[in-house]
């Protein structure tokens, strides 16, 4: 098994360009999330998703757009890139009930100019 | 909604000295409760987990943690600290109700010196 995997790794962007973030995991896991991690802020929380055709808002989902058409990928779009959204990227998924445990890919280094 | 405490954001610590990361917590009940452990350019790997029953809860790499009601904390521990060791540690907490969503402290950037 790959597990998560995420690609770009990393990835530089203009002001107002668009482009979009993917992410996939062979576990079949039903849980799939995307977070954000600043310095001294962890990590936050963007959108997630609990199967296919299910999305829902994190904490700071602004400016980010998600779809899940199928269970394996989970990809994040930045419509509009702006300064604020330069971060590093990271996408985790679990399975839905028991664990909790979340397994996260290994990151996005996006910076927006 | 639940939130997360580290105190500490850098902490050295000498090569084979014991470790000790707090970690406090705000939940109107009992949480689950997580750390996480990140290397340079790395994503986020589970270290250990409190769903229920015992307190002290043994992880992987030798660590533990204990998670005391009374203070909403769940310290991270480890009697004797590797230089590889050295890394940035995440406490976590999801609450009992709704899917998954985990909130993450802002991070321990531990320094192990020789």
């Known amino acids: 098994n790959a597990g998560v995997t995420q690609t770009p790794k990393f990835q530089v962007l203009k002001t107002g360009q668009s482009m979009t973030l993917q992410c996939a995991q062979d576990?079949?896991?039903?849980?799939m999330s995307w977070y954000r991690q600043d310095p001294g802020m962890g990590l936050r929380l963007i959108h997630y998703s609990v199967g296919a055709g299910i999305t829902d808002q994190g904490e700071v989902p602004n400016g980010y757009n998600v779809s899940r058409s199928t269970t394996e990928d989970f990809p994040l779009r930045l419509l509009s890139a702006a300064p604020s959204q330069t971060s590093v990227y990271f996408c985790a998924s679990s399975p839905l009930l028991g664990s909790y445990e979340q397994y996260f890919g290994p990151g996005t280094r996006l910076t927006v100019t | 909604a639940q939130s997360v405490t580290q105190p500490d954001i850098h902490i050295t610590v000498s090569e084979g000295a014991s470790l000790e990361l707090r970690c406090n917590y705000s939940y109107g009940a009992t949480p689950y409760l997580f750390w996480y452990v990140q290397s340079p350019g790395q994503g986020l790997q589970l270290l250990l987990k409190y769903f229920s029953g015992d307190t002290l809860v043994q992880g992987i790499k030798g660590f533990e943690a204990e998670f005391k009601r009374s203070q909403s904390s769940f310290n991270l521990r480890k009697p004797s600290v590797h230089w590889s060791d050295a890394a940035e540690y995440f406490c976590?907490?999801?609450?009992?109700?709704?899917?998954?969503?985990?909130?993450f402290g802002t991070g321990t950037r531990l320094l192990v010196s020789p």
């Open positions: 976590a907490v999801g609450a009992r109700e709704g899917f998954q969503k985990l909130v």
């Open positions: 576990m079949n896991h039903e849980y």
